[in-house]
């Protein structure tokens, strides 16, 4: 059975997401003990800008890239893909550069918090990009064990360069730049290894740029709205009270986050298979997979936000300190939503693997409006971060059930049941039959 289990495509996946999990609770835990509060919220600051354009770039090409690569007719087309996906995404670095450039000259933003995301966010995004696009050409085809073990490398290196921090006692500048270093060299690694692919350069790609464009616009509105609506908090808040009350709020929710982590393993594997199961038009099929994987899903995050909810102060403690016990509340509040993770994911793949792209976007727009005024809502009306993290949750409850809606010709009526049967036992059931 463990044989088997080990064969598993998803086993794979959550074992590398498992692992990156891990890594990411000591690097979260490693930069709040080891710099001050206002240091460890721009550095937070830094990554909510950087994954806000990364999701951006990655909205417009990942999501396209790895739809069409799936049901491409031949090598010569995947190549020209490929070779289409290098090109948009160096084409959109060089015009977020320009963007930054523009708004950083010409708008004066005197907040410290966003001081090491003004300098060093476009490095990031061109350092990272050989990484990226590794992972989305092992994703899309189906290389998931390469894909798994890739996904390691950097989080390991990184922890390895926190650990040699707790000695060399660097400033956040530098570790700032070891850390698009290590991004750049795990990009290198899939060249070396021959893992990453170049595609086709010397022939006339605007069709193909144009196909993925086409559908991209949308998949790209919704990544990048999508992250909006997780960053706007820390946007706010950073406005509103600066960046020491941006790292009370990161710890709980780089914890959530961190929860999340399976809900992606099991997305990034489900997209293609989704995506097939739609176009065969098998929406039984589809539909008792959506249960399944929700169903497993909440299973499995459940157990972590009971631990979460029932003990925070000792485990915010361990991560940040004394100087994050406000944060204790916090993680209690985020549980709430984060039991909402698995339907909110699922609905929007759904909706991108029915060829909805226009309504996700549509959806997670609605959302984003929604957290934003929610969140203004509650620092005007003096509830602080518990008001903001509140909101959060109440967001996700709405966009779930707009996204119940336009799936209603897929999912039909909402069943609890089927979240059991489909998921929890048809699981436990299949280990049983191969133990």
Known sequence: MIKKILRSNTSWSLISNGITALLGFLNLGLIAHQFSKEDAGKWFMLLTVYTLF??????????????????????????KLTGASWQLLLMFTLIITLVLFCVFTFIKIDNTAFSLAKKFAVLWLFSALPYQLLQWQLQARSLF???????????????????????????????VLLYALLQFLAGFVGVFLGWLHFGKWRTNLSAERKLLSNFGKYSMITMVTASLLRSS?????????????????????????????????????AIPKATSLF?????????????????????????????????????????????????????????FYAALIPL????????????????????????????????????????????????????????????????????????????????????????????
């Not at 993290?389 to 089927?418: E, P, R, Y």
């Open 344 to 435: 909110d994911r699922y609905c929007g793949l759904l909706l991108d693997a029915g060829n909805r792209p226009r309504i996700n976007t549509l959806k997670v727009i609605a959302m984003l409006i929604i957290n934003v005024a929610l969140d203004i809502a509650a620092l005007w009306l003096g509830l602080g971060l518990y008001g903001v993290a509140a909101g959060s949750t109440i967001t996700f409850l709405v966009g779930i059930i707009i996204g119940w809606i336009q799936l209603k010709d897929i999912l039909a009526a909402f069943k609890m049941n089927l979240f059991w049967k489909e998921g929890v036992q048809k699981t436990i059931i299949s280990l049983r039959n191969h133990s």
């Open 279 to 335: 176009q065969e038009r098998k929406i039984d099929e589809l539909r008792r997979f959506f249960y399944n994987q929700c169903g497993l899903l909440t299973a499995i995050i459940l157990p972590l936000l009971i631990v979460l909810f029932v003990f925070p102060s000792p485990i915010v403690h361990l991560l940040g300190g004394g100087k994050y016990s406000e944060s204790s509340i916090l993680l209690q509040i985020f549980c």
């Open 233 to 269: 908090d820390q946007f706010i808040i950073a406005f509103w009270l600066g960046p020491a009350a941006v790292a009370v709020y990161s710890i709980p929710q780089k914890l959530i986050e961190a929860i999340e982590i399976p809900v992606r393993s099991f997305a990034s594997i």
């Open 145 to 175: 064990k390469k894909l798994s073990l890739i996904r390691m490398l950097f989080p390991i290196a990184f922890t390895v360069l926190l650990l040699v921090q707790l000695k060399m006692h660097f400033a956040i500048e530098t570790v």
């Open 54 to 79: 990364e999701l951006l770039r990655s909205g417009w090409v990942q999501t396209p890239f790895v739809r069409y690569y799936v049901v491409a007719s031949g090598k010569e087309d995947q190549a």
